[in-house]
């Protein structure tokens, strides 16, 4: 089973306006971190928000926002005022075991790629 | 300065081949990893190293070898190269195996095998 499940394959956002993009996860473990990173064409891996299984309040960071669900198992990305550069593709991550026994690695999704309309 | 440097950013290879990818951070990082990003984008950890020592060698063909001479560097040796080898590998590296650590990523290794 898949363990970081990102339904949009693609996505459209008119410009300066909200997205919100799905990561639905699946894991056992009690503590675990869910992370955004953003890939542009140009390839490199961008970090973009931190979300702890433990965290009370959903991760900000700037423009970004975590809506995390915890109960549904669900990590969504929301990217508000939409921007031209923020066309990319996203993923979704997880990182199992986050404070104890952890092997450190991410768990991606297959990535949703998010097309920014002018 | 960059903090996950890679090199060779691209690699043309024939099959059979043996080849090299470096990777250094210079960011004191504990932890180094290798991915394989496949042409559909999946990425998919393929090591995972700690203080120099291997903690994940994750159903990867022995034909793959990582190398950590020290903390600073990860290398990654691939033997006898195969067509299905073709990808981006990336490096990351991160403070630690847990907590709040995001993985820095390096600009990633275009390798295409003919």
């Known amino acids: 089973a898949q363990k970081i499940t990102q339904t949009q394959p693609g996505m459209f956002v008119q410009e300066k306006e909200a997205v919100t993009l799905d990561c639905t996860y699946d894991?056992?473990?009690?503590?675990?971190?869910l992370f955004w990173y953003k890939q542009p064409s140009s390839g490199e891996m961008i970090f973009l928000i931190y979300?702890?299984?433990?965290?009370?309040q959903n991760a900000t960071e700037g423009r970004y926002s975590l809506n995390f669900q915890k109960a549904r198992k669900s990590a969504n990305l929301v990217i508000s005022a939409s921007q031209l550069g923020d066309s990319a593709m996203y993923f979704c991550a997880m990182r199992e075991n986050q404070y104890g026994g952890s092997q450190g690695n991410l768990i991606f999704g297959k990535g949703t790629k998010l097309s920014v309309k002018p | 300065d960059t903090a996950v440097s890679q090199t060779p950013k691209y690699l043309v290879t024939q099959m059979g081949n043996d080849k090299s990818i470096k990777c250094e951070q210079n960011?004191?990082?504990?932890?180094m990893y290798w991915y394989k990003q496949d042409s559909k984008k999946f990425l998919k950890i393929m090591f995972s190293?700690?203080?120099?020592?291997?903690?994940i060698n994750e159903t990867v063909p022995n034909r793959f070898s990582p190398k950590s001479p020290d903390k600073a560097h990860l290398n990654l040796h691939i033997n006898s190269l195969e067509l299905g080898d073709s990808a981006v590998y990336f490096c990351?590296?991160?403070?630690?195996?847990?907590?709040?650590?995001?993985?820095?990523f390096g600009p990633g290794t275009r390798l295409t095998v003919l």
């Open positions: 894991t056992s473990d009690q503590s675990y971190g």
């Open positions: 979300q702890g299984s433990y965290d009370e």
């Open positions: 960011l004191g990082h504990d932890t």
């Open positions: 190293y700690n203080n120099k020592e291997l903690i």
């Open positions: 990351a590296s991160s403070q630690a195996l847990a907590g709040q650590n995001e993985q820095f």
